[in-house]
């Protein structure tokens, strides 16, 4: 049983006292909580400081999050344009979701849960998974197989049971929210709880606290819009208080891949890659109001895996910042159709996902990771059994030496994943099924 929350569908009018949909299960509309804000900054840590500004509960988690940095664009921006880099990589576990994680496992914790369940693509997960570990909770998580391993070391090493299916992630979500109901358990998946909103909306607060009502655009990672949705109703808030004059453009940029609301807007078709990750979604269940939105106070930008990877290289070059390439997508599409005086959202670290780079551009960015050459190798040989040393190294064309490669080579099959077999004089490798 959760805790007593106020919430109700704007839509049909029902009202939910411990029920955390984001979306009214009778008619499909959106669900909100029910409290009287007020604009004032409190003391306190994290996203407390906004608690006038959030739904009351009783036990506050934090790890320090929000505060994050606003910082002008430099050298990453050509020309007279006005930009800020609004850096989320700063939070605990290096995402911006961190914010809503904080009141959800807040909330399960003054509801006297012990346990909190959710699907989830990976940054989600590793919040959730840190923030229970802080309470004291138990945290299972259902990713699907595409997720990278970074993100999955990151849930079990917060204590985390983590469970990888081969479902989508939309399937994982709507699995996770039945067995939620079914068995009484806290679901923390962030498009099914209207917490993680509350959460997310508190990066409008601190732009308008640094930069006030100048802001004339935010650029964000699209996915499944959820992120929008929460910086739309968090500007909308300010305005309704009377503190700012307008809700700013919101730019969804989303990969041509699976452009899921420029199809619909601009009848865009996909261009035939597949979407980093963190972008892969089908249909969201937030999709309908998230279209709405953008067709009343937003617009819609789709780039190509290379050119947010690029964006990602221009931002750790030009500016300090490493971001993960799929939270890079905000900058590229700000490159793609730049506004004046605009807030650039970079929502995650890119140690969180250095895959991306070191497959797109191996030559300048395989040597920064350590452990991701050996990745490579294990899947040339996945997919080319039987290879020599030689071999392996002109299928993996690494800026690396050949003796490099044979170093690798025995470092794996030191640790048992790749078997060397004597063939015809030759020594081939394999991997250790």
């Not at 619909?264 to 249909?283: I, M, T």
Request: a positive charge; hydrophobic letters at 40%; one cysteine or more.
């Amino acid at each position: 049983m959760t805790a007593s929350l106020l919430a109700k569908c704007e839509r049909c009018g029902r009202t939910y006292v411990h029920e955390r949909y984001l979306v009214c299960p009778h008619c499909g509309g959106l669900v909100r909580p029910v409290y009287k804000p007020r604009w004032e900054t409190q003391a306190g840590e994290g996203v407390w400081r906004f608690s006038s500004l959030l739904p009351g509960i009783g036990e506050k988690v934090t790890l320090g999050e929000g505060s994050t940095p606003l910082l002008r664009a430099g050298r990453a921006v050509e020309g007279d344009l006005v930009a800020w880099f609004k850096d989320e990589t700063r939070n605990p576990t290096g995402s911006f979701r961190d914010r809503a994680a904080a009141l959800m496992v807040s909330d399960a914790l003054s509801s006297k849960q012990r346990r909190v369940v959710l699907a989830s693509d990976g940054n989600t997960g590793s919040s959730i998974a840190a923030y229970s570990a802080r309470a004291g909770l138990s945290a299972t998580i259902y990713v699907p197989e595409w997720v990278e391993e970074e993100k999955i070391i990151l849930m079990k090493s917060f204590g985390a049971r983590v469970i990888v299916d081969n479902k989508s992630l939309d399937e994982l979500l709507e699995y996770v929210e039945e067995r939620s109901r079914k068995e009484g358990l806290y679901n923390a998946s962030s498009t099914f709880n209207y917490l993680s909103v509350q959460g997310l909306k508190t990066i409008a607060f601190e732009i308008y606290e640094k930069l006030g009502s100048s802001v004339e655009a935010v650029y964000l990672p699209l996915g499944s819009g959820l992120t929008l949705l929460s910086l739309y109703l968090g500007f909308k808030e300010l305005v309704e208080l009377g503190v700012m004059g307008k809700v700013p453009l919101l730019v969804g940029v989303e990969p041509c891949g699976r452009p899921l609301y420029a199809s619909a807007l601009y009848n865009v078709s996909p261009c035939g890659e597949e979407p980093l990750p963190g972008l892969r979604y089908y249909r969201p269940v937030i999709y309908e109001h998230v279209l709405r939105l953008i067709e009343e106070n937003g617009d819609v930008v789709t780039v190509t895996r290379k050119q947010a990877i690029e964006a990602a290289e221009r931002l750790s070059r030009s500016e300090g910042l490493f971001a993960e390439a799929s939270s890079a997508v905000g900058f590229a599409g700000f490159l793609k159709q730049p506004l004046d005086k605009s807030v650039v959202l970079v929502t995650s670290h890119g140690l969180k996902s250095p895959e991306a780079y070191a497959r797109a551009r191996r030559l300048k960015f395989t040597e920064v990771f350590p452990g991701v050459t050996k990745r490579l190798i294990l899947e040339v040989l996945t997919n080319h059994p039987g290879l020599t040393g030689y071999e392996v190294w002109k299928k993996l064309g690494l800026n690396i030496s050949p003796q490099a490669v044979y170093q690798h080579l025995r470092e794996l099959a030191s640790k048992g994943l790749v078997k060397v077999v004597e063939e015809g004089g030759r020594k081939r490798y394999y991997v250790e099924k």
